[in-house]
């Protein structure tokens, strides 16, 4: 038999364990809203990437993260390669979808003069990996001087951010 003070004991462990949730589902949507200001920034750096996607030197701390909704989701193979890129090369990236409970589809945008536009676009996805590659030309869409740097972002077809990183075209 439950006693009174029993029950406001009770009371007060089910109401600590709902604000507990509560509390933790605010700071993953505080997390990925501040994932997502980051990755609408201004580019600023680059990881460097050979031909098979080896990172060379020290990469940018910023780049290609997984962002906090999909954390275990979804995953970067490699980052993308080759980067900087030859202004009539691809790009190449790899996406590993590991459960579409969150995501059925993939958008990926460029950042370049002022505004983001849309490179590549696949209303549906399987798990396993999808790849892309894109044309230097289509990221610098049709610049004839393309060489700088382009921050590309990857998002659900819910426009949440997963993965954001800079790409060079030289």
């Known amino acids: 038999m439950i006693t009174a003070l029993n029950k406001k004991n009770l009371y007060t462990v089910l109401i600590l364990i709902l604000n507990l949730l509560v509390l933790s589902g605010c700071n993953q949507n505080s997390d990925q809203r501040d994932f997502e200001q980051q990755a609408f920034s201004v580019p600023s750096g680059i990881t460097e990437t050979d031909q098979e996607g080896v990172v060379i030197g020290t990469p940018d701390p910023d780049d290609w993260r997984i962002a906090p909704f999909f ?50 676009d696949r209303p549906q996805v399987s798990t396993g990996i999808t790849p892309f590659t ?25 426009e949440n951010v997963i993965t954001y990183g800079d790409v060079e075209i030289e």
């Open 71 to 120: 954390q275990g989701d979804i995953e970067l193979i490699l980052s993308p390669y080759p980067n900087p890129v030859l202004s009539n090369g691809d790009l190449r990236i790899e996406i590993q979808v590991n459960f579409l409970e969150r995501i059925s589809g993939i958008d990926i945008r460029v950042y370049r003069l002022s505004s983001f536009y849309r490179i590549d």
């Open 134 to 158: 894109i044309g230097a030309n289509i990221i610098a869409g049709g610049n004839p001087n393309p060489q700088g740097i382009y921050r590309i972002i990857i998002l659900d077809e819910n």
